[in-house]
C-alpha cells in the first residue's frame, strides 16, 4: 500500500479510506491507481458500461509473434497442398 500511494502521490491514509469507502475518490487518481497497482478492472467495467470494449495496444513483440505463426500455418498449407499434388 505505502509503493502504490507513494506512487499515486498521496498519503497512505488517504489510500485506505479510499478503500475503505470512507472518502470519496477524485477522478483525477484513477489513471495514476491504475498505473500504480497494474490492476484495469476499474477501466474495463468503465468502458463495458458505457459500450466499449478494451483493446491492448499492439508492440512489435506480439506483431513478430503474429507474422511468426501466420509464416507456419502458411508453410504448414504449402506442404499439404504439395502432397495433394504428388498424388
Same mark, same amino acid.
Do not use: H
Given at each position: 500500500?505505502?509503493l @502504490?500511494?507513494? =506512487?499515486? /502521490?498521496?498519503? =497512505?491514509? =488517504?489510500? $485506505?479510506?479510499?478503500?475503505e /469507502?470512507?472518502?470519496d475518490?477524485?477522478?483525477d487518481y &484513477?489513471?495514476? $491507481? &491504475?498505473? #500504480?497497482t497494474? !490492476? $484495469?478492472?476499474?477501466l474495463k467495467y +468503465? #468502458?463495458?458500461e458505457? /459500450?466499449? %470494449? &478494451? @483493446?491492448?495496444?499492439?508492440?512489435k513483440?506480439?506483431? #513478430? %509473434?503474429l507474422i511468426?505463426e &501466420?509464416a507456419?500455418? +502458411?508453410?504448414?498449407? @504449402?506442404?499439404?497442398? /504439395? !502432397?495433394?499434388?504428388d498424388?
Amino acid at each position: 500500500m505505502k509503493l @502504490v500511494s507513494k =506512487t499515486m /502521490g498521496i498519503s =497512505t491514509s =488517504t489510500l $485506505y479510506k479510499w478503500i475503505e /469507502g470512507e472518502r470519496d475518490v477524485s477522478i483525477d487518481y &484513477l489513471l495514476p $491507481y &491504475l498505473k #500504480a497497482t497494474k !490492476d $484495469y478492472r476499474y477501466l474495463k467495467y +468503465l #468502458a463495458r458500461e458505457c /459500450g466499449f %470494449q &478494451l @483493446v491492448p495496444k499492439i508492440n512489435k513483440k506480439m506483431v #513478430a %509473434q503474429l507474422i511468426s505463426e &501466420l509464416a507456419r500455418v +502458411l508453410a504448414s498449407l @504449402v506442404d499439404s497442398n /504439395g !502432397d495433394e499434388e504428388d498424388k
